[in-house]
């Protein structure tokens, strides 16, 4: 049994997405005074007393534009609209009626019975006494909130629950999101959504060729193979100095708070374009951050070709992109689908990669060669030794040196060790973490 799911509708800038961080209790949807901020769907879980339920946010709905990303975010929300068990029809009571709003109303009449009128920005008793105006829409008595200040939330909350079958917590196993999350992250216009939208066989995310068309972080999962997989869709990253503070600034914020919690990133480089200066921060971005990464270079359709192209491209993207040379590198069209099912199954493999162990022996054995080969130095002539080494950890692959004098390892050495162990060991796409270890337990171990 699926959870009963309640969907936000209503014109732009009527406090939809408000409403939705009010509800979630967290500010999961970008808020702005400009209008239009959320374009794509967006899901999130709510629980008021001992009730649980998901909510949706929509984009504000607009009728008869000749603007085709209003056209967009009008299917999205009309997709919301069909999928929800409950809707709640949100109205501006400081504006009053609108055209947009009769217009919304003739759209949800057929759902008159499971549509609730809220009648936000409601912020004083004053304003409170012309909501009534808005029982001429059809849908009876208004109810009155503040979304922004929480003036009646918690009554607007007793009173949905009597008109949903919200579920008893207590019914829900404390459950664990073990799925593979996935970050689709790069500039603007590259075809991240496209991408995803092809992964998920479903338009889930707006698509079109204006760039800078996601503003969020969109989640979507599938099952691959048996394993779920979150796809998250995120804005594109721009210079900084081409980031305006305001809504693009808080979805490149959005998009490093996914990198973060992301298991594997996709980095979606374009096959018309150069690899950018943006793209080289994100890459190290994700160095810096030990995760695993895999480069996808799309619209492969259009380049010119021969037997050497891919390997040249390849080549080229890895010394652009140095700090993931160990990522793996598939060309795909997601105009034309070419390769894009092949990105799942890398997905699948680096995870496997990432969580491999090298038994302790091997560890020894690889050690021993490479210190014979190139003992460890220091410019004062100061003795080092490398004792032995064990895995402690997956998920980075954590590598534990046990040394005499852990500080006095140069960086030099320190990326030696590292790409030894990428040269026998492999780990294609996972990244890895070398921690040197001394004997004295008061000195702090050294990450690389």
């Known amino acids: 049994m699926r959870d009963v799911l309640v969907a936000i509708v209503?014109?732009?800038?009527?406090?939809?997405?408000?409403l939705f961080n009010r509800l979630c209790k967290q500010r999961r949807a970008i808020i702005d005074f400009e209008e239009g901020i959320t374009r794509d769907r967006k899901y999130a879980d709510v629980e008021w007393d001992g009730k649980k339920f998901r909510i949706v946010d929509t984009g504000g709905l607009v009728f008869n534009s000749t603007d085709r990303m209003d056209a967009h975010i009008k299917l999205q929300a009309e997709i919301a609209i069909q999928e929800a068990d409950f809707i709640l029809f949100l109205v501006d009571g400081m504006t009053g009626i609108t055209d947009f709003d009769h217009r919304i109303a003739k759209l949800l009449n057929p759902m008159r019975d499971k549509t609730m009128l809220v009648v936000n920005k409601v912020d004083n008793e004053r304003i409170e006494m012309d909501i009534y105006d808005f029982m001429q829409l059809g849908f009876g008595i208004p109810f009155p909130i503040a979304a922004n200040s929480g003036r009646n939330s918690g009554n607007f909350m007793d009173e949905l629950l009597t008109k949903i079958p919200a579920r008893d917590v207590d019914d829900?196993?404390?459950l664990v999101d073990t799925s593979i999350k996935v970050?689709?992250?790069?500039?603007?216009?590259?075809?991240?959504?496209?991408?995803t939208n092809r992964l998920m066989g479903q338009d889930t995310v707006i698509v079109t060729d204006i760039p800078g068309t996601t503003r969020d972080a969109i989640d979507s999962k599938l099952k691959y193979h048996g394993e779920e997989i979150t796809i998250i869709d995120t804005a594109g990253l721009r210079k900084?100095?081409?980031?305006?503070?305001?809504?693009?600034?808080?979805?490149?914020?959005?998009?490093?708070?996914?990198?973060?919690?992301?298991?594997?990133?996709?980095?979606?480089?374009?096959?018309?374009?150069?690899?950018?200066?943006?793209?080289?921060?994100?890459?190290?971005?994700?160095?810096?951050?030990?995760?695993?990464v895999i480069i996808v270079v799309n619209k492969w359709d259009l380049p010119e070709k021969d037997n050497h192209t891919h390997k040249e491209f390849t080549l080229q993207i890895l010394e652009d992109l140095q700090f993931i040379k160990y990522a793996p590198v598939l060309f795909v069209?997601?105009?034309?689908?070419?390769?894009?099912?092949k990105i799942l199954?890398?997905?699948?493999?680096?995870?496997?990669?990432?969580?491999?162990?090298?038994?302790?022996?091997?560890?020894?054995?690889?050690?021993?060669?490479v210190i014979e080969r190139r003992p460890?130095?220091?410019?004062?002539?100061?003795?080092?030794?490398?004792?032995?080494?064990?895995?402690?950890?997956?998920?980075?692959?954590?590598f534990l040196?046990?040394?005499?004098?852990?500080?006095?390892?140069?960086?030099?050495?320190k990326r030696f060790l590292h790409n030894q162990i990428r040269k026998v060991f492999k780990f294609e796409g996972a990244t890895i973490k070398l921690v040197f270890k001394g004997k004295d337990t008061n000195e702090s171990d050294v990450i690389y």
């Open 240 to 292: 900084k100095t081409r980031v305006k503070y305001g809504v693009e600034y808080f979805s490149a914020m959005r998009t490093i708070d996914t990198i973060d919690r992301a298991d594997i990133v996709l980095l979606i480089v374009s096959a018309d374009e150069e690899v950018s200066t943006q793209e080289k921060k994100i890459a190290s971005y994700i160095k810096r951050h030990y995760k695993n």
């Open 376 to 398: 460890p130095s220091h410019k004062t002539g100061a003795m080092l030794k490398i004792y032995y080494i064990t895995q402690p950890d997956t998920d980075p692959p954590t």
């Open 401 to 413: 040196f046990f040394c005499n004098s852990p500080r006095k390892i140069s960086e030099d050495y």
């Open 172 to 174: 829900f196993e404390e």
């Open 345 to 369: 199954e890398l997905i699948l493999s680096v995870k496997e990669e990432s969580e491999r162990r090298v038994p302790t022996s091997q560890l020894n054995d690889f050690v021993k060669k």
């Open 183 to 195: 970050a689709i992250v790069g500039k603007p216009n590259v075809g991240k959504s496209s991408i």
């Open 10 to 18: 209503g014109r732009p800038n009527v406090g939809k997405s408000t």
């Open 333 to 341: 069209s997601a105009l034309t689908g070419q390769r894009v099912n």
